[in-house]
C-alpha cells in the first residue's frame, strides 16, 4: 500500500484527530513520514535501522535532519497503539503521532551522539525522562536528529556529521542547535519534535525554519538524560507547525522529576487552558534593547507589521526596557562555556565513547579528547576553563554570574509593566551555509535576543511571523521569528500570545522558493 | 585581553587536550577576541549584587536514604573502549591523584 | 589534669624548634545508598555491581543529595561543637583522574556546612603528665569518594603499573572532609585527635571508622617554626594507614625537617608519602605544579538550607559523646584506661547495660575491658554481632559473686554465650555444658579422699613442711572435676584431710 502523503502535511493536532476518529492508523502515519525520510533525508533505508550517510555522500537537496531512524522500532509502536485502540483503550491525546528526538537526550538502546565524534556508536543504558515521557505518551519515536556538537552553535555547521539543510533553502542552515530538529518540523519529516535550548537552540532555529519553538521556564522539564552543555540553562521543549501543537507537546513533556535536582517542585503551568483567551487588554512589552542596530531591516519590517497586529488584536503595546540586557551575551559567553568545561570533562576515552591509545592514561584522555572534539566545542573548554582558571576566575565567571542577577531583575521589572515581552527571534534571517563558520563571533551574534530570557530562565517562544528577503538576495522570502517571553512559570501567557498572532497572520505556509524542498 | 600560545597552552593542559600547534596559533587570537568581548561584563559595577547561579532559588532538594536498582555490570561496561576483570581498564596512570 | 598546656620543645643541634600539625580527615559515612544516587554503599562485592547512570558519570546523569548525609555530617559537625552554615552550597572540584567518573568531585568550598569547632583531647606527656589540648575545627564539608583503581603489572602499585582496572563501586560513596586548625604541637596530640574522632563518629553511628578499611583515612599538614615565629613551610603526608603510623609519620616528618633547616636548607611545599616498611616520608609531589582545581558552584544541585528548628532537632538527638562517657565511668570508680577502652572499644552500651542489671559498675568494667574485649577480638565480632547483652555480663558477675562459677569456669561459659550467638544465657550455658563449680561437699569430699589415698608421699611431704606441695594435690582434685571444683573449698578440704 503507498502511504498517503498528504498525511505528513498535517499539523500534529489534526493527526490526532484523524487517528481518534480510526480515519488513519498510527502505522501508516509512520510509514508516511518513514517514505518522507527515506525520501529527502539522505539516510541509508531498509532494514531495522536506517543511518544516516557519510557527510561526503549527502545530496546537496538532502535535508540531513536525521542521525539514526529508528523505522523497525517506530512501525512496532505505532503498530502497538493501533492494537490499543481498537481493543479500546484509552490512550494518551497525542497517542500514535510520530516525534524526532534530538540526539543530545538518551535514548535507551538507540545510539546517542551528540553531534560528537566523541560518542560515535554509544549506545545508553538508560532513558532520558524526557524520552519516557514521550513513550508514556505513545508519541511514535521516529529517530534522533541532528545537532551542533554538544548542541554548540547556531547552525547546525558544528555536527561532526556534516550540516543540516534548510527545508526553505536547501543551500542555507537551519540555524542551530537543534536545527536537525527544526528542519524535520518544517521539511515535514515529522510532525512534532523535541529541542533542546540553552541560549536559543530552539528558539533561533524555530525562527530561521518557520515553524514554533518553545523554551519552557527552566526547572519544568526535566534535564536526567539530557547530555548537559551548561546545566544552568539547558532546557528541553517543543518544536511544532502550529502553536496548539507546540503547547501539546510542551503538556506532555513538563513536570516535576525527583531525579532532576533543578527541577521545579511547583506543578508545571497548564498551558492549554487559556490558549484560546486572546490577547485583548494584554499588555505586550516591545525590548528597546532588543532591535535596531545589528537587526535586518526584513526582520525588523516583520516585527512592526507585529505590533500593529496585535494593536489591532486588542493588545496594549508597551516599550519597557531591560537596561543590562546588552551585556547578556558577554555574560553568556562566559557562564555556558564555564559550565561545559566541566561537565564535558567526562569524556575522556575511559568509560564510554571514543579512545585514542596511548602510553599513559593522561597522553590517552588528552589524545581522546583531541580526536573526538571538533573545533567549536574546544573553543568553548578553552574559554571555559580560562574563565574559570585561577586568577580570572572573579573577573569572569563571578562577575558574569553578576549580571545574570541584574538581568533576572531587568526581567521582574519588565514585567511589572508588560504581561509578555517581544522581541525578534534572531537578528537575521537564515544564512547560507559556510558563511559564518570562520567567524565565531559573528556567529554568536544569532543568539543576541535569545540569551538575554536564558539567564533569567523565564518561558520563551518564536513563532513565524512572515518573511523577508536575505541581505544577499532581495528576492528571497525567508522566514522570520517573532520571540514571546513571559514571567517564570507563566508559560500558558507566552502560547496565548503567541496563538492570537498565529490565528491573525492566517495559516502557516510550508517552505516555498526555488531552492525550497518540494512539500506535496 | 589577548593570550599568548603558551598561555593556550597552559589552559588546553587544564583542560587535557592535545592541541596541535595550528590549532594553539589558530585559537589564541580566536580566543582573544572572544574574551575581549566577554570582557564587557566588567563594566557593570556589581559589587554589591550576589552572583546568581540559577533561575530558581530552590533548596534542600534532597532523596531519602533508600536504595534503588543498580545498572547491570553488562550494561555499565558495554560502552568501554577496553574492560579487563570487570573493571575498566585505562593505560598506566602517571599523575597522582587529585 | 591541667588547663591547656603547650607541647615540648623539641631540642636541635642549633635550639629548640616547635612543630605544627595540621590534620585532614576524610570519614567514609555509613548510609545506605551513596551521596547522589541511590547505589548501595557496600563496595566489598564484585567489581562495578553498585553502579548506576550517575555514580559512572553516564553522559545526561544528574546528582540528587542524600538526606541522610546531610543530617550525619551536620550531627557530627554538632558533636565537634562547629556552627553550621544557615545556607550552603556544593561546588565542583575539577581534575582528571581515571576513579573520578565525571572528572569533578563534588565537593563544597567556600561555604562548608560545618565550621568554628573544637576538640578537647586528654593526653599524656611523655613525662607521664596529663593534660587537656584543645584543637580547633575549621570546617567539616561533604563531599563524594572516589572508584577504586587496580593496578595491574609488575609491582602492583601505581608506580611501574603497566594499566590501572577501574571499580566505581565506591565512587560517590559520602564522604566528609574533617579540616583541624594547625593546633597540634605533638604527635601524641594527633594520634589522640584520630583516636577521638574515631570514637566520636561511631558513637554517632555515622561510620564505623576503619582506618585499615579506608572508612576513616588521614592526611597530615607538619611545619616546624622557632618557638613563638611565624608559621613555616609545611608538607602534606598521605598514606598514613594507622594511628600508629600517624604518630610515627609525624614525629620522623619533623625531624626530617629540623635536619634540613638546620642544615641550611629549606623545606619545600609538597606532598609527601609515608611509606610504613621504611619508616620514611618521601616526596610525591611538589606544590609549585599545584592543580588549578576550578571551582565553582556545581549547577545540577541547590543550596543547603539549614533552619535553626532543623539544626536545634539533630543537636537533641546527639546522644552521651566519648569524652563525657569516660567522665562519668571514672565517677563510679573506673580507672581511666578502663573509662577509655571501654568507651574506645564500643563496649559502653554493654557495660551501661550490665551496671542498670544490677552489677557492679567496677567488676563489670574488669569483665568489658579483659575478657570481653579479648574473646570479641579474637572472635572480630561486636558485642551485637556475637548477641552479647549487659545482661548477660551482669549474669556472668552475679554468677561468679555467688560461688556458682570460678573465674576460669564463666571465662568458659561467656565463650559459650558467644557461640550461641547470644541465644542462650550463662547460666543455662553452664547447666548444659555442665560448667557449674562442684562446691557439693559430699561430692568434693570423696574425690579429695581418694586423692590423698592415692599420693602417700605427697601428703607426708606436707606434713613434713612442704607447704607448696598442696598446689599438686589440688592440681589432680580439679583434674579429676575436670576444673570445675570450687579452689577454696578444695583448699579447705584437703588440709583437713592431711592433718586428719
Ligand atoms: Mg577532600
Ligand atoms: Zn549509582
Known sequence: MAADVTLTGLSASELAQRLRDREVSALEVAEAHLERIAAHDGVEAGGDEWVARDADALGERDVHAYLHVTAAAAREHAADVDRRRAAGEELAPLAGVPVAIKDVLTTRGVPTTCGSRMLEGWVPPYDATVTERLRAGDLVALGKTNMDEFAMGSSTENSAYGPTRNPWDLGRVPGGSSGGSAAAVAGRLAPLSIGTDTGGSIRQPAALTGIVGAKPTYGTVSRYGLVAFASSLDQAGPFARTVEDAARLHALIAGHDPRDSTSVRETAPDVLGPLREGVEGLRIGVVRELAGEGYEPGVERAFADVLERYERLGAEIVEVSLPHADYALAAYYLIAPSEASSNLARFDGVRYGLRVDAATAEEMNAATREAGFGPEVKRRIMIGTHALSSGYYDAYYLQASKVRTLIARDFAAAFEQADVLISPTSPSVSFRLGELVDDPLAMYLNDVATVPGSLAGIPALSLPAGTAPAPDDPDAALPVGLQVMAPLLRDELMYRAAWALEQDLGPLAAPTGPSALEVA | MSLSPDEVRHVAGLARLALTDEEVAELAPQLSSILDYAEQVGEVAAEDVPASTHPFPLANVLRPDEPRPSLSREDVLAGAPEVEQDRFAVPRIVAEEG | ?500
Not at chain 3, 535553626?308 to 571514672?330: C, D, F, I, N
Request: glycine share 10%.
Open chain 3, 1 to 500: 589534669m591541667s588547663a591547656t598546656s603547650t607541647a615540648a620543645l623539641l631540642e636541635g643541634e642549633t635550639g629548640a624548634w616547635e612543630l605544627v600539625v595540621g590534620l585532614e580527615v576524610h570519614v567514609e559515612l555509613q548510609t545506605a545508598t551513596k551521596m547522589w544516587c541511590g547505589c548501595s554503599t557496600d563496595f566489598g562485592g564484585p567489581a562495578n555491581t553498585n553502579v548506576c547512570p550517575v555514580c559512572t558519570g553516564q553522559p545526561g546523569a544528574l546528582p540528587v543529595a542524600n538526606e541522610q548525609a546531610v543530617a550525619d555530617a551536620a550531627l557530627l559537625g554538632l558533636a565537634l561543637g562547629c556552627d553550621i552554615a544557615e545556607v550552603c552550597r556544593f561546588h565542583r572540584k575539577n581534575y582528571f583522574y581515571p576513579d573520578l567518573a565525571k572528572n569533578y568531585q563534588i565537593s563544597q568550598y567556600d561555604v562548608p556546612l560545618c565550621h568554628d569547632g573544637r576538640l578537647d583531647l586528654d593526653v599524656t606527656t611523655d613525662e607521664g603528665e596529663q593534660v587537656t589540648r584543645r584543637v580547633g575545627i575549621e570546617r567539616l564539608h561533604m563531599e563524594e569518594d572516589t572508584g577504586k583503581s587496580l593496578h595491574v603489572g609488575e609491582s602492583g602499585r601505581l608506580h611501574g603499573a603497566e594499566k590501572s582496572l577501574i571499580d566505581y563501586n565506591r565512587c560517590g560513596i559520602p564522604l566528609l572532609e574533617i579540616v583541624s586548625d594547625p593546633d597540634i604541637r605533638d604527635p601524641e596530640t594527633a594520634q589522640a585527635y584520630l583516636r577521638e574522632l574515631q570514637a566520636i563518629v561511631r558513637t554517632l553511628g555515622v561510620s564505623d571508622a576503619r582506618m585499615e578499611e579506608g572508612s576513616i583515612r588521614c592526611d597530615a599538614n607538619v611545619s616546624v617554626r622557632r618557638p613563638g615565629e611565624e608559621l613555616g613551610t609545611r608538607c602534606e603526608i598521605k598514606n598514613l594507614n594507622s594511628v600508629r603510623s600517624l604518630g610515627r609519620a609525624v614525629r620522623y616528618e619533623a625531624r626530617r625537617q629540623i635536619d634540613v633547616l638546620e642544615a641550611g636548607g629549606e623545606i619545600v611545599m609538597e606532598t609527601r608519602h609515608w611509606d610504613e616498611g621504611r619508616g620514611v616520608t618521601e616526596t610525591l609531589r611538589r606544590k609549585e605544579s599545584v592543580t588549578d582545581y576550578r571551582y565553582f558552584p556545581d549547577p545540577d544541585l541547590v543550596e543547603i538550607h539549614s533552619s535553626r528548628a532543623w539544626v536545634e532537632q539533630l543537636r537533641a538527638r546527639l546522644p552521651e559523646l566519648p569524652a563525657a562517657s569516660r567522665a562519668r565511668l571514672q565517677q563510679a570508680g573506673l580507672s581511666a584506661e578502663q573509662a577509655a577502652t571501654i568507651v574506645a572499644g564500643g563496649l559502653l552500651a554493654l557495660h551501661d547495660e550490665a551496671v542498670a542489671a544490677g552489677a557492679e559498675p567496677v567488676a563489670v568494667a574488669n569483665w568489658c575491658t579483659g575478657e570481653v574485649t579479648g574473646q570479641l577480638s579474637s572472635a572480630a565480632l561486636t558485642p551485637a554481632e556475637a548477641g552479647l547483652t549487659g545482661a548477660h555480663v551482669a549474669e556472668l558477675v552475679a554468677l561468679i559473686d555467688d560461688g556458682t562459677l570460678s573465674t576460669k569456669l564463666a571465662k568458659d561459659v561467656l565463650a559459650g554465650v558467644i557461640e550461641e550467638r547470644g541465644a542462650v544465657p550463662p547460666a543455662e550455658v553452664a547447666e548444659q555444658r555442665g560448667l557449674q563449680q562442684v562446691s557439693d561437699e559430699g561430692e568434693l569430699q570423696g574425690i579429695v579422699d581418694e586423692v590423698v589415698a592415692a599420693n602417700p608421699e605427697t601428703v607426708e611431704a606436707i606434713r613434713g613442711g612442704n607447704d607448696k606441695a598442696i598446689g599438686a594435690l589440688v592440681g589432680q582434685v580439679m583434674k579429676a572435676t575436670r576444673g570445675q571444683a570450687d579452689p577454696k573449698k578444695t583448699n579447705e578440704l584437703l588440709r583437713a584431710a592431711i592433718e586428719a
